[in-house]
């Protein structure tokens, strides 16, 4: 279980977990819907991480190539999401999230 | 050597991840995201995967964080005093979180059973994947296209102001 580069997987394994928890951490700590974008593309990025780490240590270059799909989904996201944040501040001149509670139950 | 680099980087990376979540002016989160996409691009290159490194810098640093940065400075956001939520919700975010945490470690331990490795190496070069991408993947390859264009299309349809009073 040693790759070429010395270090176990299970190292990547606790990485990519560390960093989406603090993901999902800051999508429930924040109200500012900007800070939530960002986390969410903290856990896309622990996504990738795990999926570049799988991809070397079992040498499939598909996962390479996965993550190169998820950098696409990533950005038309982020292009459609500032957007629609943008259009909700030109009508209630705020960010904060709990404004938008009119979807709620 | 690359042990000590790679536990360098992954200080960093969870460090300043941490300080995404903590930290109270949006405009430092933006610049501490930066970072941590930096040394997750650092860990691209300790698993030999150096053209997906490059890829990541330029998608992410260089245009999803110049656009996040953007739109904050031009919604003026760059104030100390923005809304915060009650302790006793913070708390159960941290819970709820240090659970999950929990969780995944529990369920993905383990894995390196699976893990065995074969002696051959360079699959990140950009012969190895431009061969995979065209000849396995081609079809996803063209609806990440259509994908792009459709988001694109949405975006300027969404930031579009009605043509009366319009303040932005």
């Given amino acids: ?105 | 050597m690359t042990l000590n680099l790679f536990y360098f980087l992954s200080f960093l990376a969870v460090l300043s991840a941490l300080m995404v979540v903590f930290s109270k002016n949006p405009v430092y989160s933006v610049l501490y995201l930066i970072i941590t996409f930096f040394t997750i691009a650092g860990h691209y290159i300790l698993l030999d995967a150096q053209f997906l490194a490059v890829v990541h810098v330029i998608v992410y640093a260089g245009a999803i964080m110049v656009l996040f940065l953007y739109v904050i400075m031009l919604l003026n956001l760059n104030r100390e005093s923005e809304p915060h939520k009650s302790n006793i919700l913070k708390f159960a975010a941290v819970i709820c979180a240090g659970l999950l945490l929990v969780v995944l470690v529990g369920s993905l331990k383990g894995t390196e059973a699976i893990v065995q490795q074969s002696g051959k190496a360079g699959i990140g070069y950009v012969k190895t994947l431009g061969e995979v991408m065209f000849k396995e993947f081609l079809l996803p390859f063209e609806i990440t296209s259509i994908l792009l264009l459709a988001a694109m299309v949405g975006a300027v349809m969404l930031g579009k102001s009605e043509k009366t009073n319009d303040t932005i």
């Fill in chain 1, 1 to 105: 279980m040693q790759p070429q580069n010395g270090i176990p997987i299970d190292y990547y394994i606790w990485l990519a977990a560390a960093l989406f928890t603090i993901g999902v951490l800051g999508v429930l700590y924040r109200r500012n819907a900007i800070i939530i974008f960002m986390c969410i593309e903290l856990m896309l990025n622990a996504v990738n991480v795990l999926l570049v780490a799988f991809s070397t240590y079992l040498n499939d270059a598909a996962g390479q190539v996965f993550v190169f799909f998820i950098m696409a989904v990533a950005a038309a996201e982020v292009a459609v999401g500032l957007a629609i944040l943008i259009m909700m501040y030109r009508n209630t001149k705020t960010t904060d999230i709990n404004i938008l509670n009119r979807l709620k139950w």
